[in-house]
């Protein structure tokens, strides 16, 4: 099987309250688009085995931050961070295994189990800095996942990129200065986190965009941008940061891209990981509040990196 999903049934009880964007429902959404559009017998589906220990998320994140977090966690009802994020007493269970998914998919496409990994886990992680959960983010998924490959792998060059439309801010502060880390996004702005207009070090490429920017005006600067600084960072393993808010149907934003501009983008990452990486890319999921328009995308960019 070229392309391992994961997922675990935990990151559904984590649960924000109702109408919150950040819901189970779109763990709910992928699965079912998943089995009817038939790729689901393509790829190689398991569960998260392992959630993240102590020592995999103080790589990136305080100890402070993890202590924190254990004292807010209630018994029953919710806890209120900031007025955007929230825990409920399942929320840590499902942060610890959506880590532990990132680690997980390192681990197989390093053993050449799969050639390529989608974590479909929820809460997501790229906001969340190294001593903050903010913007429904409690532990950085993809941050921890970069750190274990760096520790545990004896990798020297990794990439990250980040398609959400809300900029990576939690990434960014945690590997801004780290030359075995490139990062490069694009994001709405003006839009939360408001900020990552100037790129903080050499090793962050950040492509700030104006509302209603369509797919097209994306793949251009992609090209120009993104492209050049990857090929020059030769990344050993790619990680992806896949937030699909970024769609025309997704009201969080005003971007105006479509699944076949996820396709594209994926496409474009693959080439650069064979070239460098023997293939080697670790997606996890991030933003998409549009349950059908998340759904679609999804399986547009598994499908993409499974080659079907």
């Given amino acids: 099987m070229e392309t391992l999903f994961l997922t675990h049934p935990v990151c559904r009880l984590h649960d924000m309250g109702q109408a919150h964007p950040e819901c189970p429902e779109r763990l709910d959404a992928i699965s079912d ?19 993240a220990t102590d020592e995999h ?18 018994a029953e009802g919710v806890h209120d961070i900031d007025g955007d994020t929230l825990m409920n007493p399942h929320t840590l269970d499902a942060a610890r295994h959506a880590a532990g998914g990132v680690i997980q998919a390192v681990d197989a496409v390093m053993a050449g189990q799969a050639a390529n990994a989608f974590c479909a886990v929820r809460p997501p992680g790229h906001h969340a800095s190294v001593a903050r959960a903010m913007g429904f983010c409690f532990f950085n ?19 990250i990129v980040d398609f959400d439309v809300h900029h990576g801010n939690g990434t960014e502060a945690i590997f801004a200065g780290d030359d075995r880390v490139l990062m490069c996004s694009y994001f709405q702005y003006p839009l939360f986190p408001d900020c990552g207009v100037h790129d903080p070090a050499a090793n962050m490429c950040n492509v700030p965009v104006d509302a209603y920017t369509r797919g097209d005006h994306i793949r251009e600067l992609v090209t120009e941008h993104w492209l050049p600084r990857l090929e020059a960072h030769k990344p050993e393993m790619i990680f992806i940061s896949a937030g699909f808010d970024a769609h025309r149907e997704d009201d969080m ?41 998340l759904a679609r995308s999804v399986v547009a960019h598994v499908r993409t990196l499974a080659k079907l």
């Avoid at 089995?35 to 959630?51: H, K, M």
């Avoid at 998924?141 to 990439?159: D, E, Y």
Wanted: hydrophobic content about 45%.
């Fill in 33 to 51: 688009q998943l089995l009817s559009s038939g790729i689901i017998n393509y790829i190689q589906s398991e569960e998260v085995v392992n959630p």
């Fill in 57 to 74: 998320l103080t790589r990136v994140h305080a100890q402070a931050h993890l202590d924190r977090l254990a004292g807010w966690l209630p």
């Fill in 141 to 159: 998924n993809i941050a921890v996942g970069i750190a274990h490959a760096l520790a545990n792998h004896g990798l020297s060059r990794v990439a």
């Fill in 253 to 293: 934003a005003q971007l105006g891209l479509v699944e076949s501009d996820y396709v594209w983008l994926t496409e474009q990452l693959m080439a650069v990981a064979d070239k460098h990486a023997n293939g080697r890319i670790v997606s996890a999921l991030e933003g998409g509040y549009n349950l059908s328009a």
